[in-house]
């Protein structure tokens, strides 16, 4: 038996397209309540029939599953949004449906807002594992780049924030197809919160291996990596666009070197090829440099093609908004 003095937290899956992971997500919820002895309620947010499996599973355990309508935002932010409408806890649990929650983390996360009453929302590090076909083929560590834990700019797809809080600052962005989990992070310490992560392990977040060419195709054909110039299209002339700027970097340089890349190569054809000659160094340095960092040339690459792929998505989405299946027109999250 789960105290009945013990803070509620309510706990809402973003399902959609989680496929496979999602019993097992359930699975280490479940597993996390009971270590803890946390009381609340739980939701799983899905879309369609392709999110059957774990829709049933959900069902045979009492859990209440939330079935985006047709014509509402597909972005995590809207399905978050949507599991979230009706929860009375003090406390939310946000994961996404190919987490696998670590037992002890609820109980941290827990105790840790109850002390500190400006602390908005508490994460921890997030582990990730590659899998094909049912077998573990690699993984990448701290997602989140929480390192030695503490103050953080950040939280995402796993954390347990203070539902006041959440609900003051108004919950999600539905337009954001990516950048939610920032600019929701954002909005709360603009508002005066603190978020915390910790050192120790809160979960592992399964998923294909990545980067790869399928990975980034996918992104590009839905829309999800319009997500970083919508948001700076919203805060242009806000407070928090220059820290959503410096965050973009790395795509901005890219975009950058391949622009320079196109004035070199007009050079080029204009009978001075030594401008084309140095960018050709320039690249290869910057391939070489990756590669030491990731200790492989095939990594190396795909972190900046990956860059790339995202430079030219953030000025594209900044330019002319959204578009795929993350276009959805506006409307309510139900």
Known sequence: MMASSAPRVDAVVNAVGAGAHGPVTLKSLAAARRSAQVPGQDAVVVRDLEDEEIAEGATRCGI?????APRAPRTPGAARNLGSYGMEAEYLLFLDGDIVLEEGFLGRAV????????????????????????????????????RAGGP??????????????????????????????FELSLRL???????????????????????????LGRRWRS??????????RKYWGRPGFGELVARQRFFLAAFAV?????????AAL???????VAWTALVLAAWLLMSLRKRSPRLGLMSLLTWSVQGLALVRSL??????EMATSRGADL
């Open 64 to 68: 209440r599953v939330c079935l985006l």
């Open 111 to 146: 105790a840790h807002l109850e002390s500190d009453s400006q602390c908005a929302a508490f994460g921890g590090r997030l582990d990730e594992r590659h899998w094909i076909e049912g077998r573990q083929v690699g993984g990448a560590g701290d997602l989140y780049q929480v």
């Open 189 to 215: 310490r603009l508002a005066g919160y603190t978020l915390w992560a910790e050192a120790r392990l809160a979960g592992y977040h399964d998923c294909a291996p990545r980067p790869s060419f399928r990975e």
């Open 319 to 324: 330019v002319f908004g959204p578009w795929g």
């Open 152 to 181: 953080t700019l950040v939280l995402g797809a796993l954390w347990v924030c203070r539902r006041s809080a959440f609900e003051e600052v108004g919950r999600f962005d539905p337009d954001l197809p990516s950048e939610e989990d």
């Open 223 to 232: 829309g999800l990596y319009a997500g970083q110039g919508l948001a700076l």
């Open 258 to 266: 391949w622009t320079v890349g196109l004035v070199a190569l007009g």
């Open 270 to 276: 204009a009978g001075k090829p030594q401008a084309l």
